[in-house]
């Protein structure tokens, strides 16, 4: 049975429908609300707004829980790899062989960067900030490809296939430049290699010396890529549906949601962390402090890694990444002392008032960059390896908007607070 929701205002009674997810999310159906009665809904930051209806990722922050479409993270981090887990979150159905063979070619005949846009980089300062050249080269995908990025639905899904393999493939190999760049270094181009061991040889190789990666490095750098594959509606994959509903292309609309990824409360939190554990390292502190200073209730001075805008509990991926962090490094026969730093911090703030009645707990980006930095990559990149793997996502999600036959042009409202209307004061009487 249909059931309503009864909003009373100003005396009068309204009826929505409620709907309700396969998961038993509820919602009111409010499309009507100002049309019926001249209100809206005022929801700053959109925390308890349902913008759309999404089949890709589950999430139940109190709970958490994490699935894509269907699939739990913790059975997709044991048993599928990056690649598969971009196929299934795109796609939404797991490969079968001769799809995931097909996949992996597209993806490997698509790595390359062509000359032209090789020579954007020649136009970087040596050390231009990591997310800016991506989002701009990403950007640039559309005026390189112009014919598979048309700002019209219907061609652009016609021709979605390549574009996403294009995208997903491109992107790592544009990352893995964006290291050389940084470095000084020529650039290195894909071979016909598994995804994450092509990143790696395009980072690590030398003109005198290729790099062969280790099965437990690949191994590491899948898991990592495939925790980061898609996350709901967060702020970057808004963003990607929001500037894909306005019917903008696939990569013009990729590189909107790498900005929105760069900043420090979102994707650049990773490298946060990184910076808050060797400060601690290097002060010779055990992390007291930091607990004492994040206390404060300043956003500059959050434990970084701690909390997040759903989970309530647990973040399933910190789990998995926080277990993987010892098996890496102990296959590596490496250690480290932010890793040490990291667990004891863990623990502070797990036992301290402040943390467990706020419900703050470590989220994937707490000992993500434990596990890069054993790979070898640059604290500096992290947020680009966060945007690697969320490209999955983000295509999915453009995908959704794009072939949505009801779907309309994102433009929430506002309550204005400004100045009432007033009279234009000429210069020659302004005081
Ligand atoms: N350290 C100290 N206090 C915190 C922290 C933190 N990391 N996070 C939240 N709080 C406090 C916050 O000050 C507030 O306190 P009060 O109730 O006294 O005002 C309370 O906890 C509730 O927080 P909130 O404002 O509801 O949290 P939010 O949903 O607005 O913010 C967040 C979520 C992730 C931006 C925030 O927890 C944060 O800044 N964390 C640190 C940055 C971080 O690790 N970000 C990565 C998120 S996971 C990757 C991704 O998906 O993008």
């Known amino acids: 049975m249909q059931k309503h929701a009864l909003i009373k205002i100003d005396d009068k009674e309204h009826t929505f429908p409620v709907m ?26 959109y925390g308890n707004t349902g913008s759309c209806e999404s089949s890709i990722t589950y999430l139940d922050g109190d709970n958490g829980v994490l699935r894509h479409r269907g699939y739990t993270i913790e059975e997709l981090a044991e048993h599928s790899d990056f690649p598969e887990t971009a196929y299934l979150v795109i796609y939404g159905e ?14 490997r005949e698509n790595a390359a960067i062509e000359t032209q846009m090789q020579r954007i980089f020649e136009g970087f300062p040596k050390d231009a900030p990591p997310m800016a050249m ?4 990403v950007g640039s995908l559309a005026a390189h490809y112009p014919q598979l990025a048309t700002n019209n639905f219907e061609k652009d899904l016609q021709q ?61 750098l899948n898991l990592i890529l495939l925790m980061h594959a898609d996350h709901e509606q967060n702020c970057s994959t808004s963003t990607m549906r929001m500037v894909g509903s306005s019917g903008a292309n696939l990569f013009t609309s990729l590189a909107a949601a790498i900005n929105a990824l760069s900043g420090p409360l979102h994707g650049g939190a990773n490298t946060a962390v990184m910076q808050m554990l060797q400060s601690i390292h290097d002060e010779n502190d055990d992390g ?20 997040h805008a759903v989970y309530r509990n647990f973040d399933p991926r910190a789990k998995i990444i926080g277990q993987a962090c010892d098996v890496v490094l102990k296959k590596l026969g490496k250690s480290d002392p932010l890793l040490d730093i990291a667990k004891n911090l863990e623990q502070a703030a797990l036992k301290d008032d402040y943390f467990i009645s706020r419900k703050l707990y470590p989220n994937v980006d707490f000992y993500s960059g434990i596990i890069m930095r054993a790979l070898g990559i640059p ?7 966060f945007a690697i793997g969320r490209s999955p996502g983000w295509i999915a999600n453009w995908r959704e908007v794009a072939s949505n036959p009801k779907g309309r042009i994102y433009r929430p409202r506002q309550i204005y607070v400004g100045p009432v209307k007033r009279a234009y004061v000429p210069l020659a009487n302004r005081k």
Do not use: W
């Open 134 to 137: 991506l989002s701009s080269i």
């Open 20 to 45: 309700t997810g396969t998961e038993g999310e509820k919602a009111i159906d409010a499309r009507n609300l100002r049309k019926e009665t001249g209100y809206i809904f005022y929801d700053q930051g």
């Open 288 to 307: 007291t402090r930091f607990i004492e200073a994040a206390k404060g209730g300043s956003k500059s001075s959050r434990l970084m890694g701690f909390g």
């Open 379 to 385: 604290t500096n990149m992290f947020t680009v390896m």
């Open 160 to 220: 979605f296939d390549l574009a996403a393999a294009m995208a997903i493939s491109k992107i790592r190999t544009i990352g893995a430049m964006i290291y050389r760049h940084n470095k000084g270094l020529p650039f290195v181009h894909p071979k016909d290699l598994p995804f994450c061991n092509n990143f790696l040889h395009m980072m690590f190789s030398e003109p005198y010396q290729e790099y062969a990666a280790l099965p437990e490095v690949a191994k590491a």
């Open 94 to 107: 797991l490969p079968n062989a001769a799809q995931r063979k097909a996949f992996g070619q597209l993806l």
